[in-house]
């Protein structure tokens, strides 16, 4: 489960042929050993949760970096190592 990114405490990872779990793109969050799930296209939360502020921020980053997730999720889904993205800053 490869790190894409980590800002203010969270850590954001994306997990190779995951797209059977949940059935869409998504991102999993961690912040102090809770963690969400969220999706790509929209930001909503598919399972989990994480503190409302933080949840906030991974939804911004999402937006921010958008393309860039959809890129690596094609790459995870077909077993590719995906790439780094920018923290939010």
């Known amino acids: 489960m490869p790190v894409l990114?980590?800002?203010?405490?969270i850590v954001i990872r994306m997990y190779f042929f995951d797209d059977r779990r949940?059935?869409?793109?998504?991102?999993?969050a961690e912040?102090?050993?809770?963690?969400?799930?969220f999706n790509i296209e929209n930001g909503d939360v598919l399972a989990g949760a994480l503190p409302s502020r933080k949840?906030?921020?991974?939804?911004?980053?999402i937006e921010i970096h958008r393309e860039e997730l959809l890129a690596n999720w094609q790459l995870a889904v077909n077993g590719e190592e995906v790439f780094k993205i920018d923290p939010l800053r």
């Open 5 to 9: 990114s980590m800002f203010y405490g």
């Open 31 to 37: 912040y102090g050993g809770e963690q969400a799930v």
């Open 22 to 28: 949940h059935g869409m793109p998504h991102v999993h």
């Open 55 to 61: 949840s906030r921020l991974v939804q911004a980053w």
